[in-house]
């Protein structure tokens, strides 16, 4: 019986490949010839102008989003080759502005002073502009590497992420006579842009969550009012505000513009002139604005190794029972589990970037997010765990490293925000895919043969058991096969709870915040999960310096995420009675109603 | 069930309990009637003791002490000792210690002594009615009269189960002894039917600061924010309405309390197929943009019900007619501009003569209020 039944399932185009599957074959290798092939070159030459040439783009063809899948249970196995962006010449270039960069920012005999003008120096300020516009056409993978070298100036590095955030958004919402006419001022970095896009939270209840207007007068000059969060410095402004009623547009202030009124981190409009990105759709807005989340979760991570740096320059000469203190195995295991996060968020983000500059048109918007998930749910922990080792005796530099990660992992927006975005937009596409069988599920009885087969084909799902079909291990190392598993199995489960959740909510999952922001914390784990194997397994392949040590790094972090994971996926399955969702979500509201301690003192007594 | 039973036919009625004595001359053999607790000329707790005290002293056997406890029983109410705990142990101590206690496994099996033992049980009955804490001194008591397996002391074990999960079972806390104050009953009662929303304020007013009012009285106010954004959202020429009296309970005592009703928003109206997945809303993604724009222009707020959208709440001193339009008045001077301008209709269904609260004593101390305002 059980032998009929598998071979009844089996499709028979898959039982050679199962076959040579069954008896490693490794030299079959079907679907991963294209990741082997030379990369299509296209190269865009201005025939305008034809004495300075644009940067060539080498792009590969446009593929499906690759984490929107994932809600489904589709993996494109391409992406587990670690993405290889940039040419010889690109990163010795790079290499020796980071170089310059460096060497200024780690001297401590430099002022802000210095590096501001290193940075002026080394064209930071025009870095994602044009080459024929005095730019260095930098893609976001070179971006990510210069802020990293960036960052050790805290402020500058928010600075310059806003400022090239700003850059994008003009080039591509200013007309072009507009752009040419303001760019050099841009580019010098006296100037840089801000972004002002936060609003404060709505006081009453009559008051809409975004208020900012802009409105055009009998002039037709549009005039800015409302109120922002943003951290102003003088220079130029970029302001998201809604234009009849609903839409939302960008539009840029420039210095000194009447009616800008700074107020610590808060900044006033009154009726102050602007001009509009008329260029941009909202939607091609809302993916150059989001790369600030990428620039943020750099960010944090450079603050999360500069943190581990002060650790281990407090450990070092310091004795604990006659002996190094830096030989308490407590001490280098935080010190490792930091460095575990580390490497995850750093592939990460290397892995979204080769996304953004290595397709055609591409669609990580919710890679962008998931970066900036992760790094914003771990760091702050780790950054505990790291700081409590010094504990109070360097106070001052522990409270402005604590200090600038919960600003950098609060900036712009919550980590619910972001855990929101991406959910929804994770089950969008779910729902698209899988309208159907939702439905049917969420009406068993007019399609009994369905709940059937459902029930059938779930059998393993529900046993938290999912049969491995993916075969990831063939597009990595073969030593990483067990990490490559346990990825796999997170891979699996995304379907099961995306069909769950819809099943149990309907229409209605898009208001389950608690089961949602699970689904995109375990859906940004896999994200991580992806990057990690495929660059140490690249590292490893190529034989890069201490590549063991990141084949280790990988098969510890996925190790311990997939329990994360499956966790995670399990609470969703559970429901809101056996994760405790119910409960806790209850006691909430009460206290939010009494803003009281809900319980007596323990010793408090009903009789004597 | 048995022990009810048993209990019926044992329970003496109290009513009937009447001291006798002997009178003056042996030979006559007549019988007087004699109650201690009516001849007191001041009933209150210090006399009743004193009643007690004297029945001890009378007799070192104590005879009659079973019907002692009834008559004493049904007189609590009367001496307003009804809630008090060590009233209840001086009668509890009027039984004699060690002979009540059973001495063999038959005894104990049978309800060794059970006229005795009823009677603690209706005392202990009469304790739970009138929700009085039993205490461990109490149980020490009961086991020295009636023994480990006495069933007085099985029921004031489930006492001391049940009583402090019945008197926290509401989920409005309430001091253990109420105020006496009116005005801090009626904010207490408002406090109770205005806690659906955190957010509320409740205030003290004197219909003294309105010149034309006739009731000089007090108006204890609810509104909070939101209640203030939904008048001023109210429509001109649609009039609000004075509904009420309603009544709110406070353990025995009432308080009416009236309601501000205006016109409500209409409900969300969703047609939409609840099953169908395929296109869920997803967010712009514009990092910090969350929300709208705009403020959706229906039902949001607790205060918004079927019957209209209840814009504040009030409890006044005489629930008069006149109080009520001081009330409007009050709310108007009070950050409530619109209620010059819009009709406001009286539907109140009882006389308006009616009192709030029956006003035992009248507020002596006015800086008081204004405490209770501040």
């Given at each position: ?70 809600f ?7 992406m ?55 730019g ?60 002002a ?30 109120e ?5 410095s ?63 979760a ?85 950054m ?44 969008h596409?779910a ?31 529900e ?11 063939e ?14 199995y ?52 190529i ?43 209850q ?22 | ?112 002594y ?128 004075v ?11 009432v ?25 869920i ?68 269904t ?25």
């Open positions: 019986m059980n032998i009929a039944r598998k071979l009844c399932t089996i499709h028979p185009s898959y039982v050679s490949r199962n076959l040579y599957r069954k008896f490693r074959f490794s030299a079959i290798n079907y679907d991963t010839s294209t990741a082997t092939q030379p990369q299509v070159q296209e190269e865009k030459f201005d025939f305008e102008d034809l004495k300075v040439i644009e940067r060539t783009e080498r792009r590969k063809a446009k593929i499906e989003p690759f984490m929107k899948d994932i489904t249970s589709i993996f494109n196995r391409d587990l080759a670690y993405p290889e962006i940039l040419n010889k010449e690109e990163t010795e270039s790079m290499e020796a502005r980071i170089n310059a960069i460096t060497n200024i920012f780690t001297d401590p005999k430099k002022t802000a002073e210095d590096r501001k003008k290193t940075l002026k120096g080394t064209r930071m300020y025009a870095a994602p502009v044009s080459l024929t516009r005095n260095l056409a930098s893609n976001v993978t070179e971006s990510i590497r210069f802020l990293e070298a960036i960052a050790s100036d805290f402020e500058l590095g928010q600075e310059i992420s806003d400022h090239w955030v700003g850059l994008l958004a003009l080039q591509s919402g200013l007309a072009q006579e507009q752009y040419t006419m303001i760019i050099d001022d841009l580019i010098t970095g006296d100037k840089p842009i801000s972004l896009i936060k609003e404060r939270l709505a006081e009453r209840i009559s008051q809409a969550d975004f208020r900012t207007a802009a409105e055009m007068d009998s002039q037709g000059i549009w005039r800015i009012s409302g922002k969060v943003c951290r102003y003088n220079g130029y402004i970029l302001v998201l505000a809604s234009i009849e009623a609903s839409r939302l547009k960008g539009f840029l202030i420039h210095p000194d513009a009447a009616g800008v009124n700074a107020d610590g981190t808060f900044v006033t409009f009154a009726k102050t002139p602007a001009t509009p990105l008329d260029m941009v759709s909202e939607v091609d807005l809302a993916h150059i604005l989001g790369l600030s989340r990428l620039y943020a750099v960010l944090s991570r450079c603050r999360l190794t500069s943190a581990i740096r002060s650790v281990v320059e407090y450990t070092r000469p310091r004795a604990f029972a006659g002996k190094p203190l830096a030989d308490l195995t407590t001490i280098q295991s935080t010190i490792g589990n930091a460095l575990i996060d580390i490497y995850a968020c750093e592939s990460a983000e290397y892995f979204t970037a080769g996304l953004l500059d290595g397709y055609v048109d591409p669609d990580a918007e919710l890679e962008v997010a998931m970066c900036r998930n992760f790094i914003t749910n771990h760091g702050l922990t780790t505990l765990n790291l700081l409590s080792i010094p504990a109070l005796e360097k106070e001052e530099e522990c409270k402005k490293l604590l200090d600038d990660m919960r600003h950098v992992a609060t900036r712009g927006e919550s980590l619910d925000s972001v855990n929101m975005f991406i959910a929804l937009n994770g089950i596409h729902g698209k895919v899988m309208a159907s069988e939702v439905k049917q599920i969420r009406n068993p009885l007019m399609h009994p043969a369905f709940i059937f087969k459902k029930v059938l084909a779930n059998r393993h799902q046993k938290d058991d999912p049969k491995l079909n993916l075969y990831l291990s597009n990595l190392h073969p030593s990483l096969k067990q990490p490559s598993e346990q990825l796999e997170c891979v699996l489960r995304m379907r099961f709870a995306c069909e769950t959740l819809m099943g149990r909510h309907g229409v209605k999952v898009a208001t389950a915040y608690t089961e949602l922001s699970r689904l995109a914390e375990a859906a940004t784990e896999i994200l991580v999960m992806t990057a990690v194997l495929a660059r140490a397994s690249r590292s490893y392949c034989g890069l310096r201490n590549a063991e040590t990141e084949m280790k790094l990988a098969a510890c972090f996925v190790e311990r995420t997939r329990d994360r994971v499956k966790k995670l996926i399990k609470d969703i399955d559970d429901g809101e009675y056996l994760n405790l969702d119910h409960f806790t979500v006691f909430g509201r009460k206290m939010l109603d009494t803003n009281s301690s809900l319980v007596e003192k323990p010793t408090a007594r009903t009789f004597w | 069930m048995a022990n009810k039973i048993l209990g019926n036919i044992l329970r003496t009625r109290p009513s009937f309990m009447l001291f006798k004595r002997w009178e003056g001359s042996k030979s006559e053999k007549r019988v007087t009637v004699h109650d201690p607790f009516y001849s007191q000329p001041q009933k209150n707790k210090q006399s009743y003791l004193e009643v007690i005290k004297m029945f001890e002293g009378q007799d070192t056997r104590r005879r009659g002490h079973v019907e002692f406890i009834y008559a004493a029983l049904a007189r609590m109410r009367e001496f307003g000792v009804q809630k008090d705990l060590e009233v209840y142990k001086a009668l509890v101590d009027v039984l004699p210690k060690g002979k009540l206690i059973p001495r063999n496994i038959f005894q104990a099996e049978f309800m060794h059970p006229k005795q033992q009823q009677c603690a049980i209706d005392l202990l009955e009469q304790m739970e009615d009138n929700k009085v804490m039993p205490d461990s001194e109490l149980e020490q008591m009961l086991l020295n009269i009636f023994g480990s397996r006495g069933i007085p002391l099985r029921k004031f074990w489930r006492m001391l189960y049940w009583m402090p999960k019945f008197r926290n079972l509401s989920p409005w806390y309430l001091p253990e002894e109420l105020p006496n104050d009116t005005i801090a009953l009626a904010r207490l009662a408002i406090e109770r039917i205005t806690s659906v929303d955190p957010d509320i304020k409740v205030e003290i007013w004197e219909t003294e600061e309105i010149e034309a009012s006739l009731d000089k009285t007090w108006i204890v106010s609810a509104q909070s924010e939101s209640q203030k954004i939904l008048l001023a959202e109210q429509p001109l020429d649609d009039p609000l309405i509904k009420g009296p309603f009544n709110v309970y406070l353990r025995e005592q308080v009416s309390y009236f309601l501000l009703i205006g016109k409500t928003r209409p409900e969300i109206k969703d047609d939409s197929d609840p099953d169908d997945v395929s296109n809303k997803k967010p712009l993604g514009i990092p910090g943009v969350v929300g709208s724009s705009q403020v959706p222009v229906v039902r949001q707020t607790v205060h918004e019900q079927d019957d209209g959208t209840i814009v504040s709440v009030c409890a006044t001193g005489t629930s008069s007619r006149d109080s009520l339009l001081s009330w409007i008045r009050l709310l108007e001077k009070h950050g409530n501009p619109l209620l010059s301008s819009i009709p406001v209709i009286f539907t109140l009882a006389p308006p003569s009616e009192m709030s609260i029956p006003e035992t004593q009248p507020v002596k101390d006015r800086s008081k209020v204004e405490e209770i305002a501040s």
